[in-house]
């Protein structure tokens, strides 16, 4: 494959975290520390999101799933979808001058559709995936590309959103959010559009409009696909926990905010766990290559919680963690091509936008969403007061939630994954089924 084609795929990711894992960093922080509305109202922002999300992911899907153009059935949302991405990221972190009232409708309006055109973009980056190459182990070494690159477009604003800010605000933090706002939605843009315009699809004999029923349909006895939604689930519910929480950690338990800059940049890490996916896999089964993954993750943040406030120590665990979600955050989008793989087989429809929809950004919003809105009322319950002392109920919040609490969605989900293996052994019948029934469509088209 043309490594343009590669470094273009990757740039999706880049330009979808860059934006995407800034709000799931910091809008809580944001919202309570700087927008200035309360820490419930602010959880309440997120539960409404999630049930909202419960309808757009599957739309987008289906939208995708019926989609036939010249541009290909994944890739044209990058074009259509990328300015209303852009201008909601920016809205969100706008700071109007608003009552109270007016502060936490525009906070939810803003985030209602900031999440709604993100799931336009994203839901193509997988759902492409399938279409971009039939070989399952050239599919894995593009999703570590893609991995890759969205580790970096989580990398720039997580560990120098803050320098930005201080930089562009010059003491004004609302000017400085706003500001960087506007700065990584121009890159994100960018980004984008050197994506539409090196990738292409394969695979468009398959790429017929499909009715919503039938994209349904491929759901049925497709386990595979509904095991790995579960786990992904918990992947997300632990890593966006465990981000939403840093920069309380750092500043009332640690007393240095900058140094969440500094846990954030080692997040980088994760390149080296998913440089050696594509090695693991020669050696073990995908399932626990996941799996282990996700148990080097949960190592890593139960360890910080007796790390006390030694910043290397911290620095030492967050880093294991790190590693460990470099894999378990990289296999699922790989493995997703493979159920919708399945589904053809068990189903005989090809829903790849459906599928890979609620198994990619459904997964990603529930799970980032929820993993804000849990920690959100724990902290709450137990008496935090955005930028005052905090009590010593409110501090034993704050380090559960940023040490136990992911480590506990991340075991979970490596006990989901057992039941998986099953499925994965039956990867290469499919594959070989699949081959033939399109070797056979051929034949007919060209003999008709």
């Not at 990221?89 to 936490?104: E, H, I, Q």
């Not at 282990?292 to 911290?314: E, R």
Request: glycine fraction near 8%; aromatic fraction near 14%; charge should be positive.
């Amino acid at each position: 494959m043309p490594l343009a084609r590669v470094f273009g795929y990757a740039s999706t990711d880049t330009a979808g975290n860059l934006l995407y894992c800034m709000v799931t960093s910091f809008i809580l922080y944001y919202y309570t520390d700087v927008f200035g509305i309360s820490l419930a109202a602010a959880g309440t922002i997120l539960l409404i999101a999630r049930i909202v999300d419960a309808f757009d992911a599957p739309i987008w899907g289906f939208i995708i799933d019926r989609t036939s153009s010249r541009w290909g059935q994944s890739r044209p949302y990058w074009l259509w979808i990328t300015p209303f991405f852009a201008v909601f990221f920016v809205m969100l972190f706008w700071s109007p001058d608003l009552s109270a009232g007016g502060k936490f409708i525009w906070a939810l309006v803003t985030y209602l559709l900031f999440g709604i055109a993100y799931t336009g973009i994203s839901t193509p980056i997988t759902s492409i995936l399938p279409n971009l190459s039939n070989d399952s182990g050239e599919r894995i070494k593009l999703n570590s590309y893609r991995m890759v690159g969205g580790n970096i477009g989580y990398f720039v604003p997580a560990t120098f959103a803050l320098s930005l800010v201080a930089f562009f605000g010059s003491g004004n933090d609302i000017v400085g959010w706003r500001w960087t706002a506007v700065f990584i939605a121009v890159i994100g843009a960018l980004l984008l559009a050197y994506a539409f315009a090196s990738t292409r699809e394969i695979n468009t004999e398959r790429q017929r409009p499909l009715p919503i029923k039938q994209s349904v349909q491929a759901v049925r006895s497709n386990w595979p696909w509904v095991i790995l939604v579960a786990a992904f689930i918990l992947y997300w519910l632990g890593n966006s926990t465990r981000t939403s929480v840093l920069v309380y950690f750092t500043e009332y338990q640690l007393g240095d905010k900058n140094f969440a800059s500094v846990l954030n940049g080692l997040v980088l890490l994760q390149v080296l766990g998913m440089v050696l996916i594509p090695f693991a896999v020669k050696k073990l089964p995908k399932t626990r290559v996941l799996q282990v993954g996700f148990l080097i993750a949960a190592a890593g943040q139960a360890a910080m919680a007796f790390a006390g406030t030694s910043h290397l120590a911290l620095a030492v665990c967050w880093s294991l963690a790190s590693l460990g979600t470099g894999i378990a955050v990289s296999m699922p989008f790989a493995m997703l091509s493979d159920t919708v793989d399945y589904g053809e087989w068990k189903n005989g429809v090809r829903a790849a936008g459906f599928l890979t929809a609620i198994g990619s950004s459904f997964c990603i919003k529930i799970g980032s969403g929820l993993g804000g809105f849990i920690p959100s009322m724990i902290m709450s319950a137990a008496g935090y007061r955005a930028g005052q002392q905090q009590s010593a109920a409110a501090l034993s919040a704050i380090q559960f939630c940023f040490a136990w609490l992911p480590a506990i969605f991340f075991v979970a989900g490596a006990a989901v994954m057992l039941a998986y293996r099953r499925y994965e052994r039956l990867e290469p019948q499919v594959r070989s089924a699949l081959a033939a029934a399109s070797a056979e469509r051929t034949a007919q088209q060209a003999s008709a």
